[in-house]
Nanobody, 121 residues
Framework: QVQLVESGGGLVQPGGSLRLSCAAS?????????MTWYRQAAGKQRELVAS???????EYADSVKGRFTITRDNAKNTVYLQMNSLKPEDTAVYYC??????????????WGQGTQVTVSS
């Protein structure tokens, strides 16, 4: 199996910062071409926050540009999301996703368990 373990969520004041981490592991992983952060706020659909390829190309949702930074450690199969200048509207459950090339040649997507980020006074 492939496991994605997330950490770093919590409660912060508006304007504060958090760093989320997501580490993928599993003996069947051959390569992870892309890792992505999504979030889902209460009553809303899941949306893409940021993504990064193995080559370092990044994409961000307009709502987080200039405030969030996605990085990746390919050697550790780990993706990070540095979140600065947090706003109440950033409150959501954040999920990481990994596109995985498997050792036998298949491709699958895997999801982390989600971590709650709450921005409130």
């Amino acid at each position: 199996q492939v496991q994605l373990v997330e950490s770093g969520g919590g409660l912060v004041q508006p304007g504060g910062s958090l760093r989320l981490s997501c580490a993928a592991s599993g003996s069947i992983i051959r390569f992870i071409p892309a890792m992505t952060w999504y979030r889902q706020a209460a009553g809303k659909q899941r949306e893409l926050v940021a993504s990064i390829t193995s080559g370092g190309s990044t994409e961000y949702a307009d709502s987080v540009k200039g405030r969030f930074t996605i990085t990746r450690d390919n050697a550790k199969n780990t993706v990070y999301l540095q979140m600065n200048s947090l706003k109440p509207e950033d409150t959501a459950v954040y999920y990481c996703n990994a596109q995985v090339t498997l050792v036998y040649g298949g491709k699958r997507n895997y999801w982390g368990q989600g971590t709650q980020v709450t921005v409130s006074s």
